[in-house]
């Protein structure tokens, strides 16, 4: 059975084009309110709430009168100008209705892909929580071409759940979950509740695409199944034309539910302790070094010196007061202001920067920490 979505701490829900737009009457009012109903509760309830909207280019169709079966890109991108501001203001107003706030994020490809983008993107949304606002996140189709584009809201929904350390994936879709073929195509295709793990005998199960509105169909579903899971994310897939489609989860109707990985690729963190060269080096004092075992995040005020000529998104090394390695990060600020705020107090270091700063020299989710303290291990993932 599906655990009560109101266990989740953070939920990213992904919205396909179909469910939101009719071809002839445009935005489905009435539904939207619905989901926004499911939504406002979750986040009233202390959930971080998410939306990945789809729905730009289908409705700046409509608007427009586009009748064409397929439209060349740059039609695509003028559809997705036009819908894009009626979406993000549909959202705006339903779930003002209920009081929350929401705002908007276009991403392109380069956002979740390279790191120094990705540190600005995670630092917006987490601050959007922060305030509980709900981020409305959308791919910028109006600049993405074809070599820098995500292509499907599945994949970039996926790409946003584990950005985000969110704990479920929800796709809401035309079909109610996976099949072991097309149903559409295939009378014997059977229901598959569960999906412990994405094998290739799964991965044979996703067709083409699901609607001639949405890109996505099941295979990028799959795509998004292994991003999430392999990242510790959990991923429902249900039929969202209901009204109330998450409450609809919670009642048990139909949904396939795939179980995240027990043990999570920390891609990520991989990625950050195999750095062959760090940039540079923070030499940090004790209580800082103690911290940091125990999880936490780099503050400036724990930092003793630095050095190297490093920019914000690269990986230094974390030195204790000895000289020794205790852990690697991809640190927040360029060197020279890296320079200037160390070992001050978050309080005083907008006065010095000119600017609000970010919370943390080197957040613990950027961070590695190399061996425990006094022992000389191999690096190890932190946990966060
Ligand atoms: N970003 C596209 C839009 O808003 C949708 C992509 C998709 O359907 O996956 O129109």
Same mark, same amino acid.
């Given at each position: 059975?599906?655990?009560?979505?109101?266990?989740?701490?953070?939920?990213?829900?992904?919205?396909?084009?179909? $469910?939101?737009?009719?071809?002839?009457?445009?935005?489905?009012?009435?539904?939207?309110?619905?989901?926004?109903?499911?939504?406002?509760?979750?986040?009233?309830?202390?959930?971080?709430?998410?939306?990945?909207?789809?729905?730009?280019?289908?409705?700046?169709?409509?608007? $427009?009168?586009?009748?064409?079966?397929? #439209?060349?890109?740059?039609?695509?991108?003028?559809?997705?100008?036009?819908?894009? %501001?009626?979406?993000?203001?549909?959202? *705006?107003?339903?779930?003002?209705?209920?009081?929350?706030?929401?705002?908007?994020?276009?991403?392109?490809?380069?956002?979740?892909?390279?790191?120094?983008?990705?540190?600005?993107?995670?630092?917006?949304?987490?601050?959007?929580?922060?305030?509980?606002?709900?981020?409305?996140?959308?791919?910028?189709?109006?600049?993405?071409?074809?070599?820098?584009?995500?292509?499907?809201?599945?994949? $970039?929904?996926?790409?946003?759940?584990?950005?985000?350390?969110?704990?479920?994936?929800?796709?809401? *879709?035309?079909?109610?979950?996976?099949?072991?073929?097309?149903?559409?195509?295939?009378?014997?295709?059977?229901?598959?509740?569960?999906?412990?793990?994405?094998?290739?005998?799964?991965?044979?199960?996703?067709?083409? !695409?699901?609607?001639? #509105? *949405?890109?996505?169909?099941?295979?990028?579903?799959?795509?998004?199944?292994?991003?999430?899971?392999?990242?510790?994310?959990?991923?429902? +897939?249900? !039929?969202?034309?209901?009204?109330?489609?998450?409450?609809?989860?919670?009642?048990?109707?139909?949904?396939?539910?795939?179980?995240?990985? !027990?043990?999570?690729?920390?891609?990520?963190?991989?990625?950050?302790?195999?750095?062959?060269?760090?940039?540079?080096?923070?030499?940090?004092?004790?209580?800082?070094?103690?911290?940091?075992?125990?999880?936490?995040? #780099?503050?400036?005020?724990?930092?003793?010196?630095?050095?190297?000529?490093?920019?914000?998104?690269?990986?230094?090394?974390?030195?204790?007061?000895?000289?020794?390695?205790?852990?690697?990060?991809?640190?927040?600020?360029?060197?020279?202001?890296?320079?200037? %705020?160390?070992?001050?107090?978050?309080?005083?270091?907008?006065?010095?920067?000119?600017?609000?700063?970010?919370?943390?020299? +080197?957040?613990?989710?950027?961070?590695?920490? *190399?061996?425990?303290?006094?022992?000389?291990?191999?690096?190890?993932?932190?946990?966060?």
């Amino acid at each position: 059975m599906t655990p009560s979505l109101k266990r989740y701490r953070r939920i990213v829900v992904k919205i396909g084009s179909a $469910l939101l737009v009719d071809r002839t009457t445009g935005l489905k009012r009435t539904w939207l309110a619905s989901l926004v109903d499911d939504i406002a509760g979750l986040a009233r309830g202390g959930t971080d709430m998410l939306v990945v909207s789809s729905g730009a280019i289908a409705l700046g169709r409509t608007v $427009l009168g586009l009748k064409q079966r397929v #439209l060349k890109l740059e039609e695509s991108q003028a559809a997705a100008a036009v819908g894009q %501001i009626a979406l993000a203001s549909a959202w *705006s107003e339903e779930l003002g209705r209920h009081g929350v706030v929401s705002g908007q994020i276009l991403l392109t490809l380069g956002d979740t892909e390279e790191r120094r983008r990705y540190l600005n993107a995670r630092e917006t949304v987490a601050t959007l929580l922060r305030m509980k606002a709900v981020p409305v996140i959308n791919e910028n189709d109006t600049v993405a071409t074809s070599e820098i584009r995500y292509g499907d809201n599945d994949r $970039l929904a996926a790409r946003v759940a584990t950005m985000m350390s969110a704990d479920l994936l929800v796709l809401l *879709s035309d079909i109610d979950g996976l099949y072991t073929a097309s149903p559409a195509l295939d009378p014997n295709a059977a229901f598959i509740p569960v999906v412990e793990r994405i094998t290739p005998e799964i991965e044979a199960m996703g067709g083409g !695409a699901a609607s001639e #509105l *949405s890109r996505g169909g099941m295979r990028t579903k799959l795509d998004a199944g292994k991003i999430a899971t392999m990242a510790g994310t959990a991923m429902i +897939i249900t !039929a969202g034309a209901r009204l109330n489609p998450l409450a609809a989860i919670d009642r048990g109707e139909r949904a396939t539910s795939f179980h995240p990985s !027990a043990n999570p690729v920390r891609g990520y963190k991989t990625w950050i302790a195999g750095q062959l060269e760090p940039a540079g080096r923070l030499t940090v004092d004790a209580g800082a070094v103690a911290a940091l075992l125990s999880g936490k995040s #780099l503050l400036p005020a724990g930092v003793k010196l630095v050095s190297g000529a490093f920019a914000r998104g690269d990986t230094v090394a974390i030195l204790d007061p000895d000289g020794r390695e205790v852990a690697r990060g991809l640190v927040a600020y360029d060197a020279p202001d890296a320079v200037r %705020i160390a070992g001050l107090k978050s309080t005083e270091i907008a006065s010095v920067l000119g600017y609000e700063p970010r919370s943390a020299m +080197i957040h613990r989710d950027d961070l590695v920490v *190399s061996r425990a303290a006094g022992s000389a291990n191999s690096p190890t993932a932190a946990s966060n």
